[in-house]
C-alpha cells in the first residue's frame, strides 16, 4: 500500500465528509456527485474519440459517381 494512504483512515473521512456536508447542504451533494459523473464521462468520451482514427463512410473505396449531363438547351 502508498504511504499516502496509509495515512488517510476511517475518522479522517468521517471529517471530510462532515465538511463536506455542512459546506454544501445535504440536498446539493448528490447534485455534485452525479455532475462530477457526467463531466467524467463526458471527459472519457472525448478521449476515446481522440484516440481511436476516424472510420470510413459505407462509401468509402468505392468510385466516385460521374457528374450528370447538362441538361438539353431548349429549342427555338
Known amino acids: 500500500m502508498s504511504p499516502i494512504f496509509a495515512i488517510i483512515t476511517g475518522p479522517e473521512i468521517a471529517i471530510v ?3 463536506a456536508v ?9 447534485k455534485l456527485a ?3 459523473g457526467e463531466a467524467k464521462k463526458e471527459f472519457e468520451a472525448a478521449q476515446r474519440s481522440q484516440a481511436s ?3 470510413p463512410g459505407p462509401d468509402a473505396g468505392s468510385t466516385p ?3 450528370a449531363p447538362p441538361p438539353p438547351s431548349p429549342q427555338p
Open 17 to 19: 465528509v462532515v465538511i
Open 22 to 30: 455542512l459546506l454544501f447542504g445535504a440536498d446539493r451533494i448528490p
Open 34 to 36: 452525479r455532475s462530477m
Open 53 to 55: 482514427p476516424p472510420q
Open 65 to 67: 459517381t460521374p457528374p
